[in-house]
């Protein structure tokens, strides 16, 4: 017998990343099946909603139970093309949309959704600032732009700074530098001179030894840097610097980079640029 | 009177990432109305719910008009409470997973939820190693590792190379590197010689001479670099490299940067790496 397996899509006139979105966090409730998902994107036109049915239907047939199709379609035709094809049809906006536009006295245009949204020029240079601050000022690269900085991330190396610096930046605008603490920092027994200025900015990221062991052993192989013992000594020495200059953090240990960026937001209090 | 306005709350006992993705894309579908959107993650216990109801209450009473409530919330109590504030309430999984259920013929366990989905090893270090491969190839800096990337971007500088090649390792896992194209490599009328090994893996930008003004001006204001001139030069030359190659490319001019990470996917037939 095995798992079962369903294959999933997830279908949209345009990137597909809302249906995708709220598709998977359904799906994580549901244990015990093998979900096969699929995206679809720019399903904009009756010959891409002709291949679309394709996939399903063949899908269907293959697995010996209905394909789960997550749609945000907004053109009827195309909606009641893709609605045809051999699948349990999950149409997300039905009813949701019909009750908010009752609810605010205005029709829905969907033509003109949401594609655009991230275009308008000032939410494209405040990202793409964002973007080019944290590159800049990564990994203690250059520290005199701190003064600039919404966040400094602090940590030893590879607790995630970098990739939640980024993360920062790309969803919500924020300009995150990040510093290592390095063993120099560490035999100092104080915070890095640097820092001290920026002492109200400073966030700090801890992570488990044996998580870190691991994150670093993937780079260098049975190193010093990698070695139990010293991953132990710099996550102590870094967390009482946290704790004797009251700097807030978190372990990241268990954390997606989206937890850990949504968690930042809330306990600082930083205000998002975009979104 | 002016544009009505609404004050509209994302709610989740998590990152409320899929509540604010549903929420502002069925938003964005209605124009006329001034919508003020505020985001609660980690609505997990009674304290917190009593902190937002007080929250959405205040903006319904300044509002003059319910305030919409997005929510993923998954624990009875604290929902019952959420909809218990003076809102129009859209509760996003309702009716969803019950059909899901009954069509899986699986119980679902809200409490396991997603949370911890992106956390698992191999995924982890798959987008962190995708975001390391764009850090270190960004911008031509190295090209000796072209052969581990699943796509290398080429395109003038400022025209969203960078951006997209981490939006492309942070969501999808894929390697992505990126190579700017100079006066130098356009007065040499061919492919730059480090591309050719490549070519198959070359995807290019384009941008109209407008936008690519624009953002230059952004970065060093009334210079030769970011005169209309001088960008339409750069940009024929391109546009001539890319078609003498055969190398696909997408005019990025009124994309937001998923979009634009999404139609690359859709083009080139790349997979991902994650999700």
Redesign the interface.
């Known amino acids: 017998m095995g798992i079962p397996y369903?294959s999933v899509f997830f279908i949209s006139d345009?990137?597909?990343?809302?249906a995708?979105?709220?598709g998977?966090?359904?799906?994580?409730?549901?244990?015990?099946?093998n979900f096969e998902?699929r995206v679809i994107?720019?399903v904009d036109s009756p010959e891409r909603a002709q291949n679309a049915i394709e996939q399903i239907n063949a899908a269907t047939l293959a697995d010996g139970a209905?394909a789960?199709v997550f749609d945000?379609l907004?053109d009827p035709e195309i909606r009641a093309m893709v609605n045809s094809a051999n699948a349990?049809n999950?149409d997300?906006?039905e009813?949701?949309?019909g009750?908010?536009?009752s609810?605010?006295g205005?029709e829905?245009?969907?033509h003109?959704?949401?594609?655009?949204?991230?275009?308008d020029?000032d939410t494209?240079?405040s990202?793409?600032d964002a973007?080019?601050f944290a590159?800049d000022n990564?990994d203690g690269a250059r520290t005199r732009h701190y003064d600039m900085a919404d966040v400094v991330l602090v940590g030893v190396s590879r607790s995630?700074k970098?990739?939640t610096s980024?993360?920062l930046a790309?969803r919500f605008g924020i300009r995150a530098a990040n510093y290592p603490i390095t063993e120099e920092d560490i035999d100092y027994h104080k915070l890095p001179k640097v820092l001290l200025p920026h002492k109200d900015k400073l966030f700090g990221l801890e992570i488990s030894p044996q998580r870190l062991v691991?994150?670093r052993n993937?780079r260098k192989a049975n190193s010093r840097y990698a070695s139990v013992d010293q991953c132990r000594r710099e996550l102590k020495a870094v967390r009482n610097m946290y704790e004797d200059n009251q700097i807030p953090f978190l372990d990241v240990s268990?954390?997606?980079?989206?937890?850990i960026a949504?968690?930042i937001l809330?306990m600082t209090g930083m205000k998002r640029r975009i979104?």
Chains 1, 2 share one sequence.
């Open positions: 369903r345009g990137t597909a990343i809302t995708e979105t709220l998977r966090s359904i799906l994580s409730q549901f244990s015990g099946i998902p994107p720019y209905q789960l945000t907004v349990f999950l997300i906006y009813g949701l949309i009750r908010i536009s609810e605010l205005v829905p245009d969907p003109q959704g949401q594609a655009h949204d991230s275009v020029s494209y240079k990202r793409i973007v080019h590159l990564d995630g970098t990739p980024l993360y790309l691991a994150i993937e268990e954390m997606s980079i989206e937890e949504t968690r809330q979104g």
